[in-house]
């Protein structure tokens, strides 16, 4: 029972990355999957979510209108669309499983990818 982030890189400012989030071992259909990220000497923070049903969250103000959530059951991943990337979107980006509903805590997910690292940068 896993979930695999991937990726990341390296990106100019105004680029464009997509991140997916792999489940195996389990029935992603039937979670919620998230993203967060924790940018160097900050709190990891959420980022946005997407229930089993297709129903999104964005828990940050300043990613709406540029990244895009989206889930492909038939693959079991999730994918982060990263449009107009920022310096300030560098951090390591990771996906989390919780059941049924989105929520910000980030302590009531109980399964969490390895991360996928994100420098925005010229």
């Known amino acids: 029972v896993q979930l695999q982030a991937s990726g990341g890189g390296l990106v100019q400012p105004g680029g464009s990355l997509r991140l997916s989030c792999t489940a195996s071992?389990?029935?992603?259909?039937?979670?919620?999957i998230a993203w967060f990220r924790e940018a160097p000497g900050k709190e990891r923070e959420g980022v946005s979510c997407?229930?089993?049903?297709?129903?999104?969250?964005y828990f940050t103000n300043s990613v709406k209108g540029r990244f895009t959530i989206s889930r492909d059951n038939a693959k079991s991943t999730v994918y982060l669309q990263m449009n107009g990337l920022k310096p300030e979107d560098t951090a390591v980006y990771y996906c989390?499983?919780?059941?049924?509903?989105?929520?910000?805590?980030?302590?009531?997910?109980?399964?969490w990818g390895q991360g996928t690292l994100v420098t925005v940068s010229s």
């Open positions: 997407i229930t089993s049903s297709g129903s999104i969250t």
């Open positions: 989390a499983r919780r059941s049924y509903l989105c929520a910000y805590e980030r302590n009531s997910y109980a399964l």
């Open positions: 071992g389990f029935t992603s259909n039937y979670y919620a």
